[in-house]
């Protein structure tokens, strides 16, 4: 078994499966690309907004808290 992966291991270390692999893959990526990008943005979008949200309980908990004291 590890023959075996050795083997598939230094057939794709051929530059010329390398370059054969690219060109079969080149299509797919091309057509993938954009959605890629799409959802990088809208996690960190998401991930802003859960930073917001948590630094506004912070300060509406340390207000609070201000708050209790004076009432």
């Not at 270390?13 to 390398?18: F, G, H, N, P, T």
């Not at 692999?21 to 991930?47: D, R, S």
């Not at 917001?52 to 209790?68: D, E, G, S, V, Y």
């Amino acid at each position: 078994m590890k023959e075996m992966i050795s083997s598939c291991l230094d057939i794709f270390k051929r530059k010329d499966v390398q370059n054969e692999l690219k060109i079969c893959f080149k299509p797919i990526l091309e057509i993938i690309n954009p959605y890629i990008y799409m959802i990088f943005t809208i996690f960190f979008i998401f991930f802003i907004m859960l930073l917001a949200i948590l630094i506004l309980l912070l300060l509406i908990l340390r207000n609070k808290q201000i708050i209790t004291k004076i009432l």
